[in-house]
């Protein structure tokens, strides 16, 4: 108890000091305050400039409200005005006389000059009867498809006279027609009025691959000037070995896509395009004909080749006997395989006999046979003969029959387009029109029927070859030939290589 008590009152003595301590310190006075003080005092804490999108409608919110109309309307009031930029001002001289100085000065197009678009017209100007025309019109036409020298130039503005002139002095030189795409370069004179087109003044285009034409006029006659042009004649001849397609692999080694599909045509006579595999070897020799110029124009396939690595090696070469040519073999033996080949590229989807028509609803008879074939696919002559009828007939749709002699003639049904005309003679695999669904049809197809004696037969019924043997002169010209074509070297010929080794070059 005695300890406790010492305690206690040790703790109250110690605390009496530190009042007396606080008791007798200075006593404290708050600083003085400025006007800015004072009011950063305030703004801290009146709120301002508050969230409008917060505590809506309670007083902070309005005084931020009129804070924002306020700053609005100051910056309103203190923007600069937009007062139009002051101009020129009016002249003060007559206006003869400003016209006469202004055809002579330079001023701003700010300020609305003119000058350098109307001059000031003085004494010397006259008015102009008419709006001068130009001297000379030079133009660029082109031969389209289908197309003539003569409808191409009368497009191109050329009078009907110079037209008819042109066409008399280059027609011997054009006898064929001029290529589709050739350019013509033409250059139109001065008119003597201009009630009277213009005339020819200069007319130049490629008439053929070996040869040029220049048409000008000198003492108002047209002349014509020809300048010829070496072309080297000599066969292209590819070789490689077959990869994953044949096709492919020809067009990598440079061989002509038109050769390509002569050759797979000329190949596929001889066997199944589906049994050539990798690693057989192929030989195309075909016309190539190679202007100085650069121009190529690619004719004829003249030999097909094959070496099979399984199988018979195939070795075709076209020769003509008879007044007929034909692919013959290197034995001297020319083969036609069924002189009524298949008309298009497909397999048979009907064939002849009674059946149920999709469209009519009835069974009849079916007249010939269906091949199932794309929209646009090719359709060729099954043999020669002559175009008897090509045009709309009935529910064949657009429909060719040809005439082949001997009582035989074959018909095309449902083309979407014909490519012959009646009265045309066409060769074997030559394309007559294109597989469409035209007439009563249900889709692309091609109806071919086959007639003897005007009644229609089973086209699968009729099988035969004929075949010609060479023999004598014939034969031995025939393998001097084929020798010639197989010592050609592999590759693009060369004009000047051909020329030095006596290669046949045309022209000039």
Not at 442 to 452: F, N, Q
Request: proline share 6%; net charge positive; glycine share 12%.
């Amino acid at each position: 108890m005695f300890q406790e008590s010492q305690f206690d009152s040790q703790q109250g003595g110690a605390s009496v000091s530190l009042w007396l301590a606080e008791s007798l310190k200075a006593p404290r006075v708050a600083p003085k305050q400025g006007w800015r003080e004072r009011i950063r005092d305030w703004a801290e804490d009146v709120e301002l400039v508050p969230d409008l999108g917060q505590r809506i409608g309670s007083l902070t919110w309005f005084r931020g409200l009129a804070t924002c109309f306020s700053l609005c309307a100051t910056a309103l009031y203190l923007s600069p005005g937009f007062q139009p930029v002051p101009g020129a001002p009016e002249p003060l001289m007559p206006d003869a006389r400003y016209d006469e100085v202004r055809s002579q000065m330079i001023t701003p197009l700010a300020l609305g000059a003119d000058s350098g678009r109307h001059m000031g017209a003085t004494d010397a100007v006259q008015p102009l009867a008419e709006t001068p025309e130009r001297p000379q019109i030079e133009l660029n036409a082109q031969i389209g498809s289908s197309d003539s020298l003569g409808r191409a130039l009368s497009r191109a503005g050329v009078s009907a006279g110079d037209v008819a002139q042109v066409t008399a002095m280059v027609g011997g030189d054009i006898s064929g027609g001029v290529k589709p795409g050739t350019r013509l370069d033409i250059l139109l004179g001065r008119r003597a009025s201009r009630d009277r087109p213009r005339p020819l003044d200069r007319l130049a285009f490629r008439a053929r691959l070996d040869l040029a034409l220049e048409i000008t006029r000198a003492g108002g006659q047209l002349q014509v000037r020809r300048v010829p042009i070496r072309v080297d004649d000599t066969p292209l001849r590819i070789q490689g070995v077959v990869g994953d397609s044949i096709y492919r692999s020809a067009r990598a080694s440079g061989a002509p896509p038109k050769a390509i599909q002569a050759f797979l045509r000329v190949i596929a006579q001889q066997v199944d395009l589906g049994s050539i595999g990798a690693g057989d070897r192929y030989d195309i020799i075909t016309e190539y004909h190679r202007a100085e110029t650069g121009d190529v124009e690619v004719g004829e396939l003249l030999y097909a080749g094959l070496k099979r690595a399984r199988g018979k090696a195939v070795d075709m070469l076209k020769w003509t006997t008879n007044g007929r040519t034909e692919w013959f073999e290197a034995s001297g033996v020319g083969e036609r395989r069924g002189v009524l080949g298949s008309p298009v590229a497909g397999h048979v989807s009907s064939g002849f006999g009674m059946r149920r028509h999709p469209i009519l609803g009835y069974t009849r008879m079916h007249a010939g046979i269906d091949f199932a074939a794309r929209y646009g696919s090719p359709i060729y002559a099954a043999t020669d003969g002559v175009v008897a009828f090509a045009g709309r007939h009935g529910g064949h749709g657009n429909y060719v029959r040809i005439q082949h002699g001997a009582g035989l003639a074959t018909g095309y049904a449902h083309m979407s387009r014909i490519a012959a005309v009646p009265g045309q003679r066409v060769r074997r695999g030559q394309v007559i029109g294109y597989v469409g669904s035209t007439g009563l049809s249900t889709g692309p197809h091609l109806h071919y029927e086959l007639y003897r004696n005007g009644a229609t037969i089973n086209p699968l019924s009729v099988k035969f070859t004929t075949t010609a043997q060479l023999a004598g002169r014939e034969l031995a010209a025939f393998r001097a030939r084929l020798a010639a074509l197989q010592g050609l070297r592999v590759g693009m010929p060369q004009m000047a290589t051909a020329k030095a080794e006596g290669a046949p070059v045309s022209g000039k």
